[in-house]
């Protein structure tokens, strides 16, 4: 028998033999039904979404007039050249692949990066601790984590 939740009418099942005495105590994991599955629609054009946070991110796009968003991810761009250049991203023409793992690259400077992994190059250093990284991405992560500790 379904339970639906009173905050936000979305319906839960037992997937298990727990019993439960409240339906407060239900994990919150939504069932959505088969017919209903992008149930979040744009008030403006009326394009569907399965999760709000996509909604709420294309509805950005008919409130910044001037960007250019891309269709794919929905990031933005202040100038159709580099939303086309990002374009390439999402492209099936990765045209530069490792000859040592074979992941390949929309981009040759992708690459060359990523070739830092395997020749065990670490040339992104924290300036905090001294750990050493092969990707820049890496790096800026781990200095995050600094955040916390530094008062």
Known sequence: MPLSSTKCNAEFTQKCDTKFTQKCNLNHVHILNRSDKKPHVCGVCGKRFSYLNGLIRHEMTHKTKGLNFCDVCGKSFDS?????????????????SCDLCGKAFSYKSDLQKHRNIHAHRKPYVCHVCGKDFAQKGNRDRHVKTHRYLIS
């Open 80 to 96: 159709k050249s580099r939303l086309q250049s990002h374009s390439v991203s999402h492209s099936s023409g990765r045209r530069f």
